[in-house]
Every structure is written in structure tokens, then in C-alpha cells.
């Protein structure tokens, strides 16, 4: 594959230049806007298997994956079929639809932890719908979350640690009142005495721990399964219920996502992007006795216009059918280690400080040497190397997800050939991401 040394940005800029005149910063999701990397955002017109291509008509090795639902890669022969047959049958009937039986039965033959669920359409619907369940359960109001996981842009969820002893939290965007923020209560990963204090101070006014067992989306925060454990051991002897964000890791690190993972039953699970096959799908489940508090069985509201929807429904179908193939997730997990291994190798060879945390098909790009598990060792001085990285794969050719906090996914698409073609074009941009 030809690299693309003279990357032009021409049509995208001027696409942006017009986006900013309709949208908040051009764009309808804050991170796509570029603004911890160089240059305008690079406008997508198409993508298939691994690649997508510009609206300069140059070609990329994508490993942003729509931020993660697309582990088949883009354009899925199945995926793409099923919406056809989905959309030739009318697209929204407000109505139950056979195609939603479809998916949830798929789902809960093949999740261990899941007797029911209920579809939403996005991964912060879902979290804001699992909060609500947990909250009305317990007829409890605090909730515990981690610094360096995200949940969605949930009220209660867009906090950060204040100061005091508890932690009650403070809010990291306008527009949330302190109220709300102090519902909830943020504490370091990995720190089981701050857990422990804080649930025997606070533990009757406490519903939920919400974590994401996987920590991605503020790098790659690997956790000892131990410290998941503990969780799940401390939110029973508290009465508290533990839910798993499984809205990157579900599907993504096995079919049972983390859960299954690592062998650890949370009370309630939310899901999203892969969930939806590329549609937008999210989804809350637990025990068929926590989900008779939903309504219309409970008395805990919760409702959606397009949700279940048919389109999305054939999609995840399609999608999470696929991943079900014996080997699926072996294959990929070790495609995964080869791509970031050969990097590795290469960057160790050279002295270059960076390192490839990786799971299943997730990794990161950390510009540091140790083991980092907690959102505060990320150096944010380090964020630099990766503007100079992300900028050097563009032109060569290679797509990530434009903030070095974000994480990168391997897809089914990707083969041998793509990957060692990116290692190639990851290790030259190494070179100059260390030595300009
Ligand atoms: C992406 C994500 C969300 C939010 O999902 P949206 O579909 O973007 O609303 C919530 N939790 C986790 C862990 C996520 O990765």
C-alpha cells in the first residue's frame, strides 16, 4: 500500500468549515472535533472491511472502529443484508417486532449472568436506565464510580473526585447541579481501603458501584481481577449492587464480555456499540427479579420511542451471530497480541518509553514504561508524543481515534497482511514521534 507522505486534507477542511456553521465545534460528538490533535477532522465517506477512505479519496487501516462497535469491521456482508431484508419491511412501528425476541434470545442463551434485559438506543441510556434500577431496588440515592471510567454523559456519571474525606463528587460540566453531582461518589481505582471505608461510612445511603470492568476510555486501565473481585465481595456484604459497564467490553473481550471474562457475576450489566452491529443499540440486563422492578411489571419508569427498533434489532443479530463462531474471539485476541507485539519489539529495541496495554482486541498506545491501572499515572505531559503519532499514521496511511486517551480495536477484518502493514507504518511514525 502506497503511504500518503502528502496527506490532504482539502475537501475535509472544507466540509468542517461548513459543519461549524451547523453544529457546536462542526461536529455532533465532541471527541471527532480534533482538538487534542493537529488539523482539521478528516471527513469519512466510506469504510469496508478494515478501511475507510476520506473525502480526499485517500485510503486508511481504521483502528478507531466507530469507537468500537464495528468488530467485524465496516460494511459486513451479513450485517448489511440483514438491515436491507429489515428496512424493505418498514423501519419503526412503535409495535413488539419478532426481530427483538431474535436478539434477546440470542443474547441470554449465550450470557451466563443474564435472565432478561431491556433494548435501549445508546450506551448513556442504558447506564442512566441501570442507575435508575439500582436506585429504585435498593430505594437507595448514592452511587459509587471510579476516577478514569466513563459512563456515558449521564448526569450523576459526569463527575470527578472533590475534596474531603468521601469523596462526594463534583461536576466536570456545566449544566449539572451540585446536587446531583454529590449523589455520587468517586473513588481512585484499585484503592481497596478508601472501597471499604467508604461502604461502611456510607453504605446505607449507597445503591450501586458502577465500574467498568475494562477500564477504555481513558486509556487502558487493566485491572487485577482481584480488585473486580473484591467489588463484587464488598457490594454484596454492603447490600449494594454492582454494575458492570460493559458498553466497550461486552461482546468485545468474549461474547460474556468482562463479566464472563473474568468470571464475575455483576447485578446488573449495560451494553452498547457492539451490541447494535454498527446500529444504535444499547441494552440494560440482570436477574429476571431485579428486571420486575422495570416497567410496565415495576415501578421503575423507563421507556424509548425507537427502542428495540427493527433495523438496529437485524443489525446486532447479524452482528453478535457472527462472534458466536467457534474461535472467533481467539483468533482475534491472538491477531491482537502479534500486531502489538511486533510494535513492541521494535519500540524496545530502539529505548523508545512506550508501551501497547492490550486486551482481547483492545490496546493502547501508553507513552510510559510501567504498568499504569490508575487514571492519575497518565502523564498528561505525555499526550504530546501522541498528537506527533496520530499525525504520522494519517499520513501514512493509519486511523486512531484522534485523543491518545482513547483506546484502538482490532476487527475480524483486519488480516494478517493489514496488521503487519500497520506495524510497518506504526514503527515508522515511532521513529519520528522520538527523534524530531
Ligand atoms: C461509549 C460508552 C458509554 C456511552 O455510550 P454512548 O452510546 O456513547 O452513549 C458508556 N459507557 C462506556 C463504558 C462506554 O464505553
Known sequence: METLLDHKRTVSTALFAEAKKLFPGGVNSPVRAFKSVFGTPIFIKKGDGCHIWDEDDQQYIDFCGSWGPLILGHNNAQIREHIYAAVAEGTSFGAPTRLEIELGR??????????????????????????????????????????????GHVDSMLVKAGSGLITFGESTSAGIPEAFAQETIVLPLNDREKLEETLQQEGHNIACIIVEPIPANNGLLLQDPSFLECLRLKAYKHNVLLIFDEVISGFRVGFEGAAGYYGIKPDILTFGKIIGGGMPVGAYAASAELMSNIAPDGPVYQAG??????????????????????????????KTAAFVGSIQDYADSKGYPVTFPHIGSIFWVAFATERIIAAEQIDPASMSHFKVLHLELLKRGVYMGPSGYEVGFVSSAHTDADL???????????????NS
Open 305 to 334: 420511542t425507537l427502542s428495540g427498533n427493527p433495523v438496529a434489532m437485524a443489525a446486532g443479530y447479524a452482528a453478535l451471530k457472527q462472534l458466536l463462531e467457534p474461535g472467533f474471539y481467539e483468533t482475534l485476541a491472538a
Open 420 to 434: 503487519a502493514e500497520a506495524a510497518e507504518q506504526f514503527k515508522a511514525a515511532l521513529d519520528i514521534v522520538f
Open 106 to 151: 440470542l443474547i441470554i442463551d449465550n450470557h451466563r449472568y443474564i435472565e432478561k434485559l431491556r433494548f435501549v438506543s445508546s450506551g448513556t441510556e442504558a447506564v442512566m436506565s441501570a442507575l435508575r434500577l439500582a436506585r429504585g431496588a435498593t430505594g437507595k440515592t448514592k452511587v459509587i464510580k471510579f476516577e478514569g471510567c466513563y459512563h
